[in-house]
C-alpha cells in the first residue's frame, strides 16, 4: 500500500513517518508536502492508495485539499488536534482519523480497519458525505452488515442497544442492524436532538408522542414502541422535555 503524509507542522510529519517506517513495514511512504497545494500535487502525481491528512493547513483545510481531488481509490486518515466540529463531521461520515500527538496503537487501529475492503462507491459516498457534512451535518454513515447505509438523521426514530450491535429503527418500519455498540453513537447524536433514555435506547425527541409517569417513567414513541426511562436519566430527560 503507497502511502503520502500531508501536514504542515515538520514534527507531525516525522512522527506519523517514524511510526509508518516502526510499525508498518507493509506499508511503502512514497512522499510528503507541507499543505493543501502541494498535496495536491503530490497526489495527483503519485496516486497513493492511503493519505493522511491534517486537517487545519496554513494555506487551507484538509477537506479543501478533497474537493479539489478526484477520488476514486484512495483511502484517508484524518490527523487533527482537537477541533470538535471537524472531529464531529468525520465521525458521522465514518472516515476514520488520529488525534495529535499520535499514538503506535492508535494508528495501528486505524490502519487495520483501512486495511477492510470497501467498494469504490463506498469510499466515494462516505468522502462526499463528510464534504456535505462540513457545511450542514444532516446525515450519518452507519456500517450495516450488508455495507454501510448513508441515513438522515430526521428519519432516525430510536436506536436501540443489541450487546455490541445497535438497531436503528427509522420511518417507514426499516430496521437497520449496525456494528457499532450505542455508546459510540451517544456523544454524535445527543448533539442532535437526541436523547439517551436508558442503557439500552437512545431517542429522537423529534418523534415522541407520550411520557408516561413512573418511577423511570416510559415514553410512548411515533412507531408505537414503548421506551423507558431509567431513574438516573429522569431529571434530565425532564429538563430536555420542559425544553420542547
Avoid: W
Wanted: charge should be negative.
Amino acid at each position: 500500500m503507497r502511502v503520502v503524509i500531508i501536514d504542515d507542522e515538520p514534527a507531525a510529519r516525522n512522527n506519523l513517518a517514524r511510526l509508518l517506517e516502526n510499525n508498518f513495514p507493509e506499508l511503502d511512504l512514497v512522499g510528503q508536502a507541507d499543505g493543501v497545494a502541494k498535496g495536491k500535487e503530490l497526489i495527483e502525481a503519485l496516486r497513493p492508495d492511503l493519505a493522511f491528512l491534517d486537517v487545519q493547513m496554513q494555506d487551507g483545510t484538509g477537506f479543501d485539499l478533497l474537493k479539489l481531488l478526484d477520488l476514486s481509490k484512495m483511502q484517508v486518515i484524518f490527523v487533527s488536534a482537537y477541533d470538535h466540529f471537524a472531529i464531529t463531521a468525520i465521525k458521522f461520515s465514518a472516515v476514520d482519523y488520529l488525534l495529535k500527538p499520535v499514538e503506535p496503537e492508535d494508528m495501528k487501529l486505524a490502519i487495520e480497519k483501512i486495511k477492510k475492503t470497501e467498494s469504490d462507491s463506498e469510499l466515494k459516498q462516505k468522502i462526499d458525505l463528510l464534504l456535505t457534512n462540513i457545511n450542514r451535518i444532516d446525515k450519518i454513515a452507519l456500517p450495516s452488515l450488508s455495507g454501510i447505509e448513508f441515513v438522515k438523521l430526521a428519519d432516525i426514530i430510536r436506536c436501540e442497544s443489541d450487546n455490541n450491535y445497535t438497531n436503528f429503527y427509522l420511518l417507514g418500519g426499516e430496521k437497520i442492524v449496525v456494528s457499532k455498540t450505542l455508546k459510540e453513537f451517544e456523544e454524535m447524536l445527543e448533539a442532535k436532538g437526541f436523547f439517551r433514555t436508558h442503557k439500552s435506547h437512545i431517542i429522537n425527541m423529534n418523534y415522541l408522542k407520550k411520557y408516561i409517569k413512573g418511577e423511570g417513567g416510559s415514553v410512548i414513541m411515533e412507531d408505537g414502541s414503548e421506551v423507558f426511562v431509567s431513574r438516573r436519566r429522569k431529571e434530565d430527560f425532564m429538563n430536555v422535555l420542559a425544553r420542547l
